[in-house]
């Protein structure tokens, strides 16, 4: 009953940014973490980063840290994702990930089945 929508991808060359948007809505849609997984072809989805509600606590995978940076705006039930320094490695499908209300499996940010509710995608190219 969630509906979330991702925005703001693109195609961009390797070294410059994009900024990803997903907008929240619904009635079951719950004051918990969200998150940002991505699939390239041929491969499975795979953790980016996640935020707490809060946004007191961020997480990120290895391959973005230091380059991503995730953060949220409660009063505009929306998710976003600073992507810099873009690499050829980095070109997916990106999908926004939130949880229902009552949803509570999942004990690590990082777990695909710790969130109930997906977006359709954004689609991220990096050309070399």
């Known amino acids: 009953q969630v509906q979330l929508v991702e925005s703001g991808g693109g195609l961009v060359q390797a070294g410059g940014s994009l900024r990803l948007s997903c907008a929240a809505s619904?009635?079951?849609?719950?004051?918990?973490?969200m998150a940002w997984f991505r699939q390239a072809p041929g491969k499975e989805r795979e953790f980016v980063s996640a935020?707490?509600?809060?946004?007191?606590?961020?997480y990120y995978a290895d391959p973005v840290k230091g380059r991503f940076t995730i953060s949220r705006d409660n009063t505009k039930n929306t998710m976003y994702l600073q992507m810099n320094s873009l690499k050829p490695e980095d070109t997916a499908v990106y999908y926004c990930?939130?949880?229902?209300?009552?949803?509570?499996?999942?004990?690590?940010?990082?777990?695909?089945?710790?969130?109930?509710?997906w977006g359709q995608g954004t689609q991220v190219t990096v050309s070399s």
């Open positions: 935020i707490s509600w809060s946004g007191y606590n961020t």
């Open positions: 990930a939130a949880r229902g209300i009552g949803y509570n499996r999942g004990s690590y940010y990082y777990q695909e089945d710790g969130y109930d509710q």
């Open positions: 619904g009635r079951t849609f719950s004051r918990d973490r």
